[in-house]
């Protein structure tokens, strides 16, 4: 199946610094990134879809020089948060398609991470 | 406000069939989408239905679609322990809040 993993799995910031998630899918080429924030009892709210090699694309009224999304290869997309502060502590979620269908997914499906806990004090 | 809509909590008894319902917005999907979701890992594809489809099954799960009304729901028939978790209706995009499924023996 499409695997795709997140790193760190939890994270603990001071408010200030920036902290770097990484998104990677691990047997499929992924053509199109997304990032979701997900809120306790909330829906996932998209941020950002990412392509790779392009510019993200974000959501209205998400800040895209606080929340920094790199895509720079088929199996890699990041996402900084920068200059944390504790609104920011959420449940970060990064999800994959192949848009391709060459390796898999062949109705829009998304592969999603097990997802980022950060935390900023 | 929210595209897609579901109820927060469900709890049956193991053996029973589980009813969940979402409502959504967007018309225009080609897809809508049922995730599962278990502690500590992520969402994964259940199932899903062509938006031209009225229902499909699958083993256990009956996914019914009524455009008209843009409503969604995911029947679980004969229900087990493992059933637990939280399922996301979807449309393209859009995720509702996810309906907690409990167990109860």
């Known amino acids: 199946g499409a695997v795709v993993s997140q790193h760190p799995s939890r994270v603990i910031c001071k408010s200030g610094t920036s902290v770097k998630i990484e998104c990677r899918s691990l047997d499929f080429q992924a053509t199109t990134m997304f990032w979701y924030r997900q809120f306790p009892k909330k829906s996932l709210m998209l941020m950002a879809t990412?392509?790779?090699?392009?510019?993200?694309?974000?959501e209205q009224g998400v800040e895209k020089d606080k929340f920094l999304i790199n895509h720079a290869s088929l199996t890699l997309s990041t996402l900084t948060v920068t200059s944390a502060h504790p609104e920011d502590s959420s449940f970060y979620i990064c999800?994959?398609?192949?848009?391709?269908?060459?390796?898999?997914?062949?109705?829009?499906?998304?592969?999603f991470g097990p997802g980022t806990r950060l935390t900023v004090l | 406000g929210e595209d897609v809509e579901q109820s927060l909590f469900l709890s049956v008894r193991e053996g029973d069939s589980s009813v969940i319902n979402c409502t959504y917005t967007?018309?225009?999907?080609?897809?809508l989408y049922w995730y599962k979701q278990e502690p500590g890992a992520g969402l994964q594809l259940l199932t899903y239905?062509?938006?031209?489809?009225d229902m499909k099954q699958d083993q256990r799960l009956t996914v019914l679609l009524n455009k008209k009304d843009k409503h969604l729901s995911l029947r679980i028939a004969d229900t087990q322990t493992g059933d637990s978790a939280i399922y996301f209706c979807a449309e393209n995009l859009s995720f509702g809040a996810g309906t907690t499924v409990t167990v109860r023996a």
């Open positions: 967007d018309s225009s999907s080609t897809y």
């Open positions: 239905i062509f938006s031209n489809m």
């Open positions: 990412s392509n790779e090699g392009s510019k993200a694309t974000y």
């Open positions: 999800s994959a398609r192949d848009l391709s269908g060459k390796t898999v997914g062949s109705y829009n499906e998304q592969f």
